[in-house]
Each structure stands twice: as C-alpha cells, then as structure tokens.
C-alpha cells in the first residue's frame, strides 16, 4: 500500500498566517494566479518529506513578514501507522520533530520520499556539472542516510584540505591526514553515486524511448580521477586507489592552485542523446525531455528500493511542457502516485483527469475545494 500524506498545516509559514490543507491519495491540484502562494506550499511538503527545500533557504527566510515563529505539520497513514512530521523555525534555527519527538533532517528523510519536477528543473543538462550533481546526490540522500553522511563527511574534508592547499606553510603531513580521510569518504560517495546512477539510467532510458521513440538515450559518469572499469565500481578499495593516484599525480598543481582538482566535486553526469552530448547538441525539447524522463525515472528507482511510490510533486512545470510531454506526464502519474500539481491553468489537463482529481483554488481567503473524493 505504502505511505501517504493526508493533510498539511502552515503557520506563519512564508506568506501564510494560517493554512490547512487537505491531500487527495491520488492527485490533488492547487490552482491560482502567480505569486497566490503555491509554491510555498510545495517547499512546505519538500520540507516535510526530504527534509530540506529545492530554494536552500534559511531559517528566517521560512517565517512570514512580521511573525517570529514558522510551523509546519504533515500527517502521513498507511501500512498501519500513522506519523506526524512536523518543523519549527525561529531564531535563526529550524528544527524537525517526528511523532512530536525532536529529530534531525535524517529522521524526516526516507519515510515517505519526494520527488520534485519544477521550471528550475528544466534547464539542468546545460547548467553546470555541479547541478547534475546535485540532483543525483539529493535524490540519494532521502534513500539512504549513509548516503548523507558520506556526502557531508566528503565535503567537510575538502573543505579542510583546501584550506591547507592555500595556506604555503601548513604541515605536510597534516595535508597527508586529510588526504587518507579525503580518499576514504569520497571513494564512499564514488560508489553509492555510481551505483544509484545506474539504477536511475535503466529507467531513464526506457522512459525516454517511451516519449522520444525514434531517439536513442544514454547517461555516464566521467569522473574526474579518470575512467573506473565496471567491474571496479562497486569496490571501495579499487575506488580509492583510483582517486588517491589521481591526488598524487595533481599535487604539484593543487598546492600552486591552493585547491583540490580531483574527486567527486569536480565529476560530470554526461547526458547523450543518438551519442552526442545533449548539453552541446540537444534542442530545448529534447533537453526537457530527459529532464522529464529523469524525474518520472527517480520515482520509479523509490518504488525498486522501498517498494512503494514518493510523493510527486508537479510545481507549474505544464505550462512549460509542450501537448505531448504534458501527455507523457499524465500517463504516467495515473498509475497511483500520490501527486501534487500547481497551475495557474485548468486547461493542461484532461476533464478525466480533473474529475478524479482533488483541486484546490489558491488565493481565496479560505482554500475552495472542488473535484474528485478525498482519500
């Protein structure tokens, strides 16, 4: 069956003083003007499912203008258990609670995943390798917390080791330390990177044929300590010699630059389409397409490993979506995903899709509810 969000409350949260809203288990729409408020609540769910926001906020940014206190609550049901998720921000502080108990982000994480496609979203294949990233490593971190902490501990030792680069009379053997934690963590993040990048491309590939069928698509690491044979990239051992002779071989230039050059901060996630790097040669279309395809592959990689579907959710991508793409969005959100679409248009969806759906007009004083049966 899985896990389901059921209803969310805002308070002093962004630009609401008070808000409840009620979740459809299959679709529910929010639909308003631009600037009513919708995104808000989508940053609201993201909050309470991954337990952090695509904006990278900080806390005071979270409550609204005038108020000192923001808090969000989020009832989750299914599989016979009910929880509540729940954040705090005040002070310069945000804090999480699960079932009323203070928890770090981790204990948010994991339970009930999101997964979310927005217009930011749309121009990731020709934005810089660092976003590609990003969304890889953000998708793993709400699948396994180990992920997160390999994540954090790498670029804590990054960050300590470039400050000993820069610094010309900094301990060589302090630089020797840091070199042994650089390469134990970042050969960690190496594996769990490559081995969820290839979960996510047996999806991806077979959802872009569905939506692109005369293309064919691929997607590769090209990591910066250079080409890691298959057989080797699930070896943390193997890994590691790869990335401690890549630091060997740049160290003459590392200590001249004062900055590390090798590791999993500097890798590229190369996108192909017919076997031309989509970044240089893909049009618009094609480049929202694998952006499409990632998205809908990422919830189908949740459903592999947990065995149940994320929460999706749809911030105002349709109207970006050409007829056929926003086609390739229905079909696939039909097949009971839990989802959570902002518009500013009825139009981009189908009658039979509205009527089974859960809307919501955003803007009113109070929400007007309309549409299909809760729950």
């Keep these: 069956m899985g896990i389901f969000a059921q209803r969310l409350v805002a ?10 809203l009620e979740l459809d288990e299959g679709i529910t729409v929010l639909v ?22 695509f904006r990278r906020p900080s806390p005071v940014d979270l409550v609204r203008d005038g108020a000192t206190r923001a808090e969000l609550a989020l009832s989750l049901a299914g599989d016979g258990r009910r929880l509540d ?156 010699g790869y990335l401690a002779a890549a630091l060997a071989e740049t160290r003459e230039e590392e200590t001249r630059r004062g900055m590390t050059l090798v590791g999993p901060h500097r890798d590229e996630i190369v996108f192909l389409i017919d076997g031309r790097e989509a970044r240089s040669f893909a049009s618009q279309g094609q480049q ?27 911030d105002d991508v349709m109207s970006e979506l050409d007829a056929s793409r926003r086609e390739a969005v229905v079909r696939f959100i039909a097949d009971e995903i839990q989802t959570v679409i902002t518009t500013t248009n009825l139009g981009y969806f189908t009658d039979e899709l509205l009527r089974r759906a859960h809307v919501v007009r955003i803007g009113a004083t109070e929400p007007e509810h309309e549409g299909g049966e809760l729950g």
């Design 11 to 20: 308070h002093d949260f962004r630009s609401y003083e008070s808000f409840e």
């Design 32 to 53: 308003g003007p631009n600037a009513a408020g919708k995104t808000n609540l989508v940053e609201a769910l993201q909050l309470l499912t991954a337990g952090q926001s």
């Design 85 to 240: 998720m729940g954040m705090v921000s005040e002070r310069g502080r945000r804090a999480f609670t699960r079932n009323g108990k203070r928890v770090p982000a981790s204990g948010i994480r994991g339970v009930l995943p999101s997964v979310l496609f927005c217009p930011d979203h749309l121009d990731m294949i020709k934005r810089s390798a660092s976003v590609r990233r990003a969304a890889l490593d953000d998708f793993g971190v709400q699948l396994n917390e180990s992920y997160a902490q390999l994540v954090s501990t790498y670029e804590r030792a990054l960050e300590q080791r470039n400050n000993l680069l820069k610094d010309r009379f900094a301990p060589r053997d302090l630089l020797s330390a840091w070199d042994e934690t650089l390469i134990t963590a970042g050969a960690s993040v190496l594996v769990h990177r490559l081995a969820l990048l290839e979960r996510v491309r047996a999806h991806l590939v077979e959802v872009y044929a569905s939506i692109a069928p005369r293309e064919t698509v691929d997607v590769r690491y090209r990591a910066s300590v250079g080409d890691i044979p298959t057989e080797s990239s699930r070896d943390r051992d193997a890994v590691a």
């Design 288 to 314: 929202r397409s694998l952006v499409l395809a990632w998205k809908i592959a990422e919830v189908e990689v949740t459903r592999d490993i947990l065995g149940y579907n994320p929460l999706l959710l749809l």
